[in-house]
């Protein structure tokens, strides 16, 4: 099939909207939207939560759900744009980043290199791993994030010596330019607010991994006339971001706007982070998230997954009945993507020596 044609952000909108020239910001589309959102009526009865919705972020595209998507669609482009044939990007072993990026990146024509470095090895995380060899991705194995850093930069020098310079794409897709979908994503949530499709939350819980998507829907929601509380469920304990690089990343996604938006001011206020339900690390299973999920499951049947979204789940169920947010509007943004891969998983047997040991 031929790669997905290079476009613009003229046609993302409401985006557009807030940008001077939008037409100069290339874009690959890879979403559908507005992603919907929806009252989770049987599970607020079943934790006494008066007023819970659900931003259902896990149908962005159909060849990818989740928030990966709306970052990858921006950051493809621009390597598009630049004329690159590959992309370099890092994360866990069972990365949907990582994945997401390879299975978009082949829909956009770029070939992508992983560097990948251990996690709990859990069933998802096998599947992911299987799905992320079957994709085409060249794949490294690293010890830990220094290692991973070390052998990008090492991967990078060869492709400029070999003039096929990649795309270096952070880990999580983050930066003021991937964020950008995330400002999106606020102005969205603030046009179905505004259009009366839902209440007005009093707060927002989103999983924090590498921090874009809290820092540009923290920046999007302002924008867009919203003062709900963002609360940033921190899941990753590898080089997890702090309040004041969350700010760093919003400010920089709202320079990218038009001067009418660069008066909200933005301060650790507006961003709450969720530090106790981590567990015992990135990606280990905690009993609250798979309590969560379970109830996610046979209440709304909606499908999470432990690394990221039960663990968002759970700390909302805890924080609804606190005095500040009982009785009042929440919003569960999923961010786990819906959408099954239209790749068969690898063999074990067929992936890189490297990776063998996690079956």
Request: proline content about 8%; overall charge positive; charged content about 15%.
């Amino acid at each position: 099939m031929p790669p997905l044609a290079l476009d613009s952000v003229a046609t993302l909108t409401p985006l557009a909207r807030w940008m001077s020239d939008p037409a100069r910001v290339p874009r690959v589309s890879l979403t559908t939207l507005p992603t919907p959102v929806a009252p989770l009526e049987r599970l607020a009865q079943a934790s006494g939560i008066a007023s819970l919705w659900i931003k259902r972020d896990d149908a962005t595209g159909t060849l990818y759900g989740g928030n990966k998507p709306r970052k990858l669609e921006l950051l493809l482009g621009a390597a598009r744009a630049r004329g690159r044939e590959r992309v370099l990007t890092f994360g866990a072993i069972g990365t949907h980043h990582g994945l997401a990026t390879a299975i978009c990146g082949r829909a956009a024509g770029l070939d992508t290199t992983l560097v990948l470095v251990p996690q709990p090895v859990t069933p998802q995380v096998q599947r992911s791993l299987l799905l992320l060899h079957a994709s085409g991705a060249e794949m490294h194995l690293a010890s830990g994030a220094l290692d991973a850093a070390r052998r990008g930069l090492v991967l990078l020098a060869r492709g400029i010596l070999r003039g096929k310079r990649p795309e270096v794409i952070p880990t999580g897709g983050t930066s003021s330019l991937g964020a950008l979908g995330y400002v999106n994503a606020g102005l969205e949530l603030a046009e179905q607010v505004h259009g009366g499709l839902l209440p007005e939350p009093a707060a927002i819980f989103v999983p924090v991994g590498s921090g874009g998507t809290v820092a540009g829907l923290a920046a999007g929601l302002r924008v867009g006339g919203l003062s709900s509380r963002i609360v940033g469920v921190l899941v990753t304990d590898i080089m997890p971001p702090t309040p004041g690089r969350l700010l760093w990343l919003a400010r920089g996604s709202l320079a990218r706007l038009d001067p009418r938006a660069r008066h909200v001011t933005l301060s650790a206020d507006d961003l709450a982070i969720e530090r106790r339900f981590i567990g015992a690390g990135y990606g280990a299973v905690t009993p609250e998230g798979e309590a969560a999920a379970r109830m996610a499951a046979e209440h709304e049947g909606v499908a999470l997954e432990h690394t990221y979204t039960a663990k968002c789940l759970a700390a909302l169920l805890h924080h609804a009945a606190s005095p500040a947010l009982r009785g009042r509007p929440l919003l569960f943004w999923n961010t786990f993507s819906s959408v099954e891969p239209a790749i068969v998983p690898s063999s074990p047997a067929s992936l890189p020596a490297a990776f063998r040991r996690f079956f």
